[in-house]
DNA sequence: AGATCTTGCGCCCTCTGCTGGATTTAA
DNA sequence: ATTAAATCCAGCAGAGGGCGCAAGATCT
């Protein structure tokens, strides 16, 4: 809907609708409406850039993109205001994707799920989880990765020295990562509502971190204290067995003589000595070590 | 008509941070 | 030896910066 106070201006504007395109470059056969367009054309084959920026050795085509480019660069203007935050761009399409983020809109779909980006950019990166394509490749140990930021950090935190690394307020704990460290506190270092009891005492706690310290200090004692009588021990299969001493409960049988045991090392000697035809009893025994032999030729 | 702004689309880049599987460590 | 939890790590998406290029609009 073009309005002007001027016909000549209309006349003008009605030949944009003609796809007259009368002046062709002669590198690449594109055909153009005006000589300029064309003059503009031909400099982006000679590499020509006549508009050069005052402030550092960058230079352009024409003077549009010198003036975003000392936008960007230098002065930071920034003409375009969102209306629900602070953030400004350089350009309307710059805003036009940022406004998306706020309404959630996302145009682009990916054809082959049911992916949608809020920009194209983003769809394109994401069709790589389809094709398999691993573009960036380590420079050392030549492996390949998906995207250039993640081979970055590879290449940091495999091959790097003085690698950055992220020291956690509340304990010694260290990661490689940030976001690791976000995970570490999340799960030692957050208040939970629920109670935490130690698995040694009847102490309680709301954070983990302080439970684990906690459960450290019962590292050795005899943790394992008999309910029946005053026998403690560090481990817990030790107090299983002694526990039987109580019950009576003998649960290892002899498959020959169906005598029972409560420990199951009570049964292998009582077999060895009883039903083992090719056991040999200890007759010789030295008296300075102890050690026992069969025939007294071995003695 | 030509020159010069202004717009608009497109391409590619970086930085950032979450996620879940693999690996290591400790109980 | 087993197992549970912690840490490592690559995959992958969100958000935004910067430039290339040509068409549209306006000025001279």
């Known amino acids: 809907t073009f309005t002007s106070s001027r016909i000549s201006s209309l006349n003008r504007h009605m030949k944009t609708h003609t796809n007259e395109k009368p002046y062709t470059c002669h590198l690449c056969l594109k055909a153009f409406r005006t000589v300029t367009i064309l003059r503009n054309h031909i400099n982006t084959h000679t590499g020509t850039r006549p508009y050069k920026c005052d402030d550092c ?4 085509v024409t003077s549009g993109e ?3 480019h000392r936008r960007y660069k230098h002065t930071h203007e920034k003409p375009f205001k969102c209306s629900m ?3 400004a761009s350089v350009e309307a399409s710059k805003l036009k994707r940022h406004i998306r983020s706020h309404t959630g809109e996302r145009p682009f779909q990916c054809h082959l799920c049911s992916y949608a980006g809020k920009d194209a950019y983003k769809v394109k990166r ?3 989880t ?3 394509e691993r573009p960036y490749e380590c420079h050392v140990c030549h492996a390949r990765f998906t995207q250039r930021g993640t081979m970055k950090i590879h290449v940091l935190q495999k091959h790097g020295e003085n690698v950055p690394k992220y020291q956690c307020p509340h304990c010694d704990t260290v990661t ?4 690791d460290l976000r995970v570490h506190l999340l799960k030692l270092h957050t208040y939970e509502a629920a109670e935490m009891k130690c698995r040694y005492c009847s102490a309680v706690f709301h954070e983990r971190y302080a439970l684990i310290q906690h459960q450290k200090t019962h590292k050795n004692e005899k943790r394992f204290k008999c309910e029946h009588c005053s026998y403690a021990c560090k481990q817990k299969r030790h107090m299983a067995v002694h526990v039987r001493t109580h019950t009576g409960e003998k649960p290892f049988a002899c498959l020959s003589c169906n005598r029972r045991f409560q420990q199951k ?6 077999v060895k000595k009883y039903h083992d035809t090719t056991f040999v009893p200890t007759v010789y025994r030295c008296p300075r070590c102890g ?3 069969s025939r007294l030729v071995s003695y």
């Not at 050795?57 to 352009?60: N, V, Y």
């Not at 090392?265 to 009582?270: A, I, R």
């Open 66 to 68: 010198r003036a975003r």
């Open 176 to 179: 490689a990562r940030k976001s």
């Open 126 to 128: 994401h069709m790589r």
């Open 85 to 87: 935050c602070a953030y």
């Open 130 to 132: 389809h094709s398999g």
């Open 265 to 270: 090392q009570l049964l292998n000697v009582h």
């Open 57 to 60: 050795d960058m230079a352009f």
């Open 291 to 293: 050690k026992g032999y």
